[in-house]
Antibody
Framework: QVQLQQSGAELAKPGTSVKLSCKASGYTFTSYYIYWVKQRPGQGLEWIGYIYPGNGGTYYSEKFKGKATFTADTSSSTAYMLLGSLTPEDSAYYFC??????WGQGTLVTVSS | DVVMTQTPVSLPVSLGGQASISCRSSQSLVHSNGNTYLHWYLQKPGQSPQLLIYRVSNRFSGVPDRFSGSGSGTDFTLKISRVEPEDLGDYYCLQSTHFPFTFGSGTKLEIK
C-alpha cells in the first residue's frame, strides 16, 4: 500500500536551516507529484508547493519562494524540503502528500532560541 | 490567488444527523481541460488530512457513501449523512485548478 514516511521532529535555532524528508513506498515514485503543506498548531492548511520527481520540476507558492527548497532522490524514493533562514513563524507541522491523495504523518518543526 | 471561503467555521451535529459544509471560490474552478479540481479532506484530531472527495463528487477509495460532494463553477458543498463519531474533526476544501493551490479555512464538525 502507498505510504509516506516523514522524518522526526526538529528543534532549530532562528537563522538556521532544517531539511525534512518524505520517503515514499508502494507506488512508482517518479510518476506522481509530491506536495508540501504547512500547518501551524491549531491553524489551517497552507500549500507550499510541489516537486515532480520524474523530472525534478518544482513550483513554489510566492510566499515560500526563498524559504523552501524541494529536492528528490529517485534512488531512494525520498523527497526533501529544505527550510532556510528559520524564524519562529516557521514553527509548524509540515506534511508531504503524493498526488494529494496520500499524506505523510507530518514533521513538527520548532524554531526557538 | 484564489480565495476559498468555507462555511460554517463550526458545525454542531447530532449523531445520526446530517451535516452540510459550503466552499465558495473567488473565481471559477473549471480548468481549461474541462475538469474542476475541488477536493475535500477530513483531518481527525492528531492526524494528517485524509482525502474524502476528489474533483467535486468522486469518493476516494474506502470512503463511505455517507459522504457526497456536489457543486460547480464557484460553489461547492460537502454533505455527510448519518453522522458517526469517526466523522468528527476538521474539514477542508482544496482547489488545485489554479496556482497556487489554496485551502478553505476549515470547518470543525463536533457533536451537539
Amino acid at each position: 500500500q502507498v505510504q509516506l514516511q516523514q522524518s522526526g521532529a526538529e528543534l532549530a535555532k532562528p537563522g538556521t536551516s532544517v531539511k525534512l524528508s518524505c520517503k515514499a513506498s508502494g507506488y512508482t515514485f517518479t510518476s506522481y507529484y509530491i506536495y508540501w503543506v504547512k500547518q501551524r498548531p491549531g491553524q489551517g492548511l497552507e500549500w507550499i508547493g510541489y516537486i515532480y520527481p520524474g523530472n525534478g520540476g518544482t513550483y513554489y507558492s510566492e510566499k515560500f519562494k526563498g524559504k523552501a527548497t524541494f529536492t528528490a532522490d529517485t534512488s531512494s524514493s525520498t523527497a526533501y524540503m529544505l527550510l532556510g533562514s528559520l524564524t519562529p513563524e516557521d514553527s509548524a507541522y509540515y506534511f508531504c502528500a503524493s498526488a494529494l491523495n496520500y499524506w505523510g504523518q507530518g514533521t513538527l518543526v520548532t524554531v526557538s532560541s | 490567488d484564489v480565495v476559498m471561503t468555507q462555511t460554517p467555521v463550526s458545525l454542531p451535529v447530532s449523531l445520526g444527523g446530517q451535516a452540510s459544509i459550503s466552499c465558495r471560490s473567488s473565481q471559477s474552478l473549471v480548468h481549461s481541460n474541462g475538469n474542476t479540481y475541488l477536493h475535500w479532506y477530513l483531518q481527525k484530531p492528531g492526524q494528517s488530512p485524509q482525502l474524502l472527495i476528489y474533483r467535486v463528487s468522486n469518493r476516494f477509495s474506502g470512503v463511505p457513501d455517507r459522504f457526497s460532494g456536489s457543486g460547480s463553477g464557484t460553489d461547492f458543498t460537502l454533505k455527510i449523512s448519518r453522522v458517526e463519531p469517526e466523522d468528527l474533526g476538521d474539514y477542508y476544501c482544496l482547489q488545485s485548478t489554479h496556482f497556487p493551490f489554496t485551502f478553505g479555512s476549515g470547518t470543525k464538525l463536533e457533536i451537539k
